[in-house]
């Protein structure tokens, strides 16, 4: 069970790896990142409520005190972190854009400590304070700002939101189906983004075309790549995801799933042609390295302190 739990972890990380790659496709053919975003969670939306409708009916049901949650899920959970995601890679490279995103944990460790007044190992906060020492590697702050400055706005606060992810799947038990969460939740962020995304003014017509990204990078159909897109690095990741969480513990899914910041940066460099410097590299890894302990810490206790709550679930772009 449990290795077969570490190897669904591994291959959701590397789906939802190809999230940010492919849709600098659909932006690189004319569509605007809230129009790549909303065209992804309308088609994975719409396709899990089809199969889940089909296939396991009961997992569609939300309990009526769960509404409000459900909803904030959505708006939050999953069109906050991908909106704000996806306007980021427009803005910074994809292996940046994660990391920044993957900060999540250490803003779960400040707020834990600080508004639910729970205390933590003292390796969450050695984790935080590694994480930030990496961010500012990345960024090369001894030289100044080198990264544009409202990316990495947008890529923390889409890490804000990422962190409201971990938060709230700890407040639902078994009377809520993660399949349904996650169905719904796509579908009412496709819903929440329709006057911002605005789908009928959606260059439709770019989906008939071919698109290279960047100088460098590879040229495909943007239907091929939007189609990969929502199977693989949506569809295929959250359910694999779900199901690895499902037979690990948090911390370890958490460290599997954490991967996605590494195969971004892989899928970028072979398909989009973006690299990412010596200082990015290592900063990369020492923000990672800060984050999982600052995650495997808070998990560990949280678990000690109310083991009745749901297991947190990994989030990913």
Do not use: H
Request: aromatic share 10%.
């Amino acid at each position: 069970m449990r290795y077969a739990g570490l190897a669904l972890a591994f291959v959701s990380s590397w789906c939802f790896a190809f999230s940010g790659p492919m849709a600098k496709y659909l932006i690189a053919a004319g569509l605007a990142p809230i129009e790549a975003v909303w065209t992804r969670m309308a088609g994975a939306g719409l396709l899990l409520l089809a199969v889940l409708a089909v296939v396991r009916p009961q997992a569609l049901r939300i309990p009526r005190s769960r509404l409000p949650f459900f909803g904030l899920y959505a708006i939050m959970a999953v069109a906050g972190v991908q909106a704000l995601y996806f306007v980021a890679i427009t803005r910074l490279p994809v292996g940046i854009a994660l990391l920044l995103e993957f900060m999540a944990p250490v803003m779960v460790v400040a707020w834990v400590r600080i508004v639910r007044k729970v205390r933590l190992a003292r390796a969450a906060y050695v984790g935080a304070v590694v994480a930030v020492v990496g961010l500012a590697i990345v960024v090369e702050a001894w030289q100044g700002l080198r990264l544009d400055a409202l990316g990495l706005l947008l890529g923390l606060a889409a890490g804000a939101c990422c962190a409201g992810y971990f938060l709230m799947n700890d407040s639902f038990g078994d009377d809520v189906d993660p399949l349904g969460l996650i169905a719904w939740g796509l579908a009412g962020a496709a819903v929440v983004l329709i006057p911002f995304a605005r789908p009928w003014n959606i260059p439709w017509d770019a989906f008939t075309v071919s698109a290279t990204p960047s100088a460098g990078g590879l040229t495909l159909p943007v239907v091929a790549a939007y189609l990969w897109m929502v199977l693989i690095a949506t569809v295929a990741a959250y359910i694999l995801g779900v199901n690895a969480v499902r037979r690990l513990s948090a911390a370890v899914g958490a460290t599997v799933a954490s991967l996605e910041v590494i195969g971004g940066a892989i899928v970028a460099w072979a398909l989009v042609g973006e690299t990412l410097g010596l200082f990015q590299i290592l900063g990369g890894l020492i923000v990672l390295s800060g984050a999982l302990l600052a995650q495997t810490a808070t998990a560990t206790t949280q678990q000690v302190a109310a083991p009745d709550l749901g297991e947190t679930v990994s989030v990913q772009a």
